[in-house]
């Protein structure tokens, strides 16, 4: 007795997790749902499990029990009395065979139902998911379409305001994209700065070069910490004969505290201007350390104006994002808008705190 209430509990058991995952498939609560078919489908293959046990506890007690009757048939003693106590535990037997026979194939069928039900709610994710990532990937590749066509427009502004003497596409090669770079042109136009410090030189170099052309004096000081990046970009600038108002400057990375961190940042110069109109962060590479960029304000923020501009470059990386909200808290910075995602533009207020 104890084993058959063993078996209804277990049935039992897989009925009420059937009807848990048909109640959560109502609610649509689909990975409860799952999981309620799951345990169901554990559940039932467990009772299955002691159901076919029983058949073979079963079916060796009535091949022994024959085989005893067997050996009475051939006995010469009397042992009828024995003999129909042996055939009605056959019989009984072969009841509890048969009855156990059908509970196993309703199992079984119940089983199959909840397999045939999981592998359609899974059909139904993986077609949902489908229509997501189709939905995701249209949403993307049009973005992506206007952003390479913002690019193109910027890149031909770019050439048809200041021609290079070399193909234009190897403007891609630089850190600056051509959006970036047509911003900090435009940003130039508008300030008219006296003093520009660039941190990492390169053909952004020459673009600013040829805003400020019209200025006296070295306007823009660019640091750069590799003497082989210093000598293309004075060689790119003496082609443009735009060298006349840049001043290159040799800048290695040394070690840079900041509160309780170090950082490998640049080796200021004595030739810094003492007052920064736009700064322009597009170095250390990011490949320096984390947050490599992060010394820029605390070395230079009291060089800044009032009213000073810091873009920060590549601004669509963690690191970036991070240092941004960090000047922000920490120096009381304000945001401006950008036309480009890989830029951040922040402004020091007019009247210092």
């Known amino acids: 007795m104890r084993s058959w209430g063993r078996k209804a509990g277990l ?8 009807a848990a ?4 498939d109502h609610l649509d609560l689909e990975m409860a749902g799952l999981v309620a078919l799951l345990v169901g489908i554990a559940v039932g293959g467990l ?5 076919l046990k029983r058949i073979g506890d079963t079916l ?9 009757v067997q050996q009475l048939q051939r006995s010469s003693a009397g042992a009828e009395t024995l003999l129909r106590s042996a055939e009605s535990e056959i019989a009984t037997l072969r009841g509890q065979v048969e009855l156990t026979t059908h509970a196993v194939k309703e199992g079984a069928a119940q089983q199959e139902r909840l397999l045939v039900t999981l592998q359609r709610r899974l059909d139904d994710l993986d077609r949902r998911e489908r229509k997501t990532a189709e939905r995701w990937s249209t949403r993307a590749i049009a973005t992506q379409q206007s952003e390479m066509l913002q690019e193109i427009e910027a890149l031909l502004r770019l050439r048809d305001e200041f021609p290079l003497r070399f193909d234009s596409p190897l403007l891609w090669k630089f850190a600056l994209s051509p959006r970036g770079m047509w911003q900090v042109v435009n940003l130039v136009r508008d300030r008219r700065p006296a003093a520009i410090v660039e941190l990492g030189s390169g053909l952004s170099t020459l673009y600013l070069s040829r805003c400020v052309a019209e200025q006296p004096g070295p306007v823009i000081h660019s640091l750069e910490h590799s003497l082989e990046y210093l000598e293309s970009t004075r060689q790119l600038l003496e082609l443009h004969e735009a060298a006349g108002n840049v001043r290159l400057i040799h800048a290695p990375l040394i070690d840079t505290t900041i509160g309780d961190q170090t950082f490998s940042w640049y080796q200021l110069p004595a030739t810094l201007p003492a007052r920064i109109d736009l700064l322009l962060v597009d170095g250390p590479p990011g490949d320096t350390g984390p947050l490599a960029r992060l010394p820029a304000m605390a070395s ?21 994002r991070e240092i941004a909200a960090s000047w922000m808290r920490d ?5 401006s808008h950008s036309l480009t995602p890989r830029q951040v533009i922040l402004e020091r207020p007019p009247i210092a705190d």
Do not use: K, N, W
């Open 331 to 335: 120096f009381g910075l304000r945001r």
């Open 11 to 18: 049935a039992a058991a897989a009925a009420t997790s059937f």
């Open 47 to 51: 009772a299955l499990a002691v159901a």
């Open 60 to 68: 060796t007690q009535t091949r022994t029990t024959t085989r005893l």
């Open 300 to 320: 230079l923020t009291e060089r800044l104006r009032p009213g000073a501009v810091i873009v920060l470059d590549d601004a669509h990386r963690a690191d970036e």
């Open 21 to 24: 995952a048909a109640i959560l």
